[in-house]
């Protein structure tokens, strides 16, 4: 059973950095996909960033594009999501989520950011962003 864990939220001032922590196990095979999804009270779920677990390719939305970076250390089976800049609309719970690359029917590019992608799922940690 594939498991994630984040790890890194914190109270920030509005200019700062964080960096987020999503530790991954169980996976059976070694192609998946990990995505970085955030939501604010009384807002829909938003797809941050992702990263596949293979290659170099990633994704952004464009409200982060610019000031967010995923990266991965397979070594640690960690993605990581290095916040800067760090605006008050960034605050939200920071979630995690995962799939295998076999269960994609769209071009990663096209439904990286939609939650419905992904089947594995963290239990998110609070970014908070406020002076």
């Known amino acids: 059973q594939v498991q994630l864990v984040e790890s890194g939220g914190d109270l920030v001032q509005p200019g700062g950095s964080l960096r987020l922590s999503c530790a991954a196990s169980g996976f059976t095979n070694a192609y998946y996909v990990i995505g970085w999804f955030r939501q604010a009270p009384g807002k829909e779920r938003e797809g941050v960033s992702s990263?596949?677990?293979?290659?170099?390719?990633?994704y952004y939305s464009s409200s982060v594009k610019g000031r967010f970076t995923i990266s991965r250390d397979n070594a640690k089976n960690t993605v990581y999501l290095q916040m800067d800049s760090l605006k008050p609309e960034d605050t939200a719970v920071y979630y995690c989520?995962?799939?295998?690359?076999?269960?994609?029917?769209?071009?990663?590019?096209?439904?990286?950011?939609?939650?419905?992608?992904?089947?594995?799922w963290g239990q998110g940690t609070q970014v908070t962003v406020s002076s």
């Open positions: 990263i596949m677990s293979s290659d170099s390719k990633t």
């Open positions: 989520a995962a799939t295998y690359i076999f269960t994609l029917r769209s071009p990663l590019a096209v439904v990286a950011h939609d939650a419905d992608t992904y089947e594995y």
